[in-house]
């Protein structure tokens, strides 16, 4: 069996990053999406009453017990790149040479500590046609999007969010937000 993520990733906005991730969690639990829990780790959130009506039906695996696994309101004090970790293949998007090693270069340091810094600044070097890229300008085997963003709601080995449902939540939330699904199987 196949597992996946799915992400709501807010687009530019004046709110700052908690003030987003506050009303996410708001906003979530009003319309009955999410139930947090008494969890140790407070971002960490299960499936709500009506989170059914949130998610596309089924298919089959129309028996698991909600259209999510679990999920979190993410929040860092810089930009991370995403979908990382899960993106493999990471290639510049005019020479398509593989840049994975540069990228985790940039995110881990050398005893694998995750550097606190925004990588939103961050440029890396083609390493073949040395062009200066962005992280999110980077390509990959699957035609994946990239993100850079310091917020984003993550759900665990979910179904895709119904187009209605996320119109509504867009509404109340007064921000538009993409949706990225990142796989593997
Ligand atoms: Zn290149």
Redesign the pocket.
Known sequence: MGTNSVYLIPRESAMTASEWSAKVREVLVEMGVVEFGDDSDPSNFGNGEHADSAFESGGVEEDEPGPFDFGFVHQYPGAVFLPEPYAETPM?P????EVKADVAALRWDEDGNEREIDMRELRIT?P??A?KLRLDELKDDFGTKFYLSDRFVEFSDARMPREEWLKEFNARMGVEHDVLEYGYT
């Open positions: 510049c005019h020479c398509g040479s083609c073949k046609c062009r």
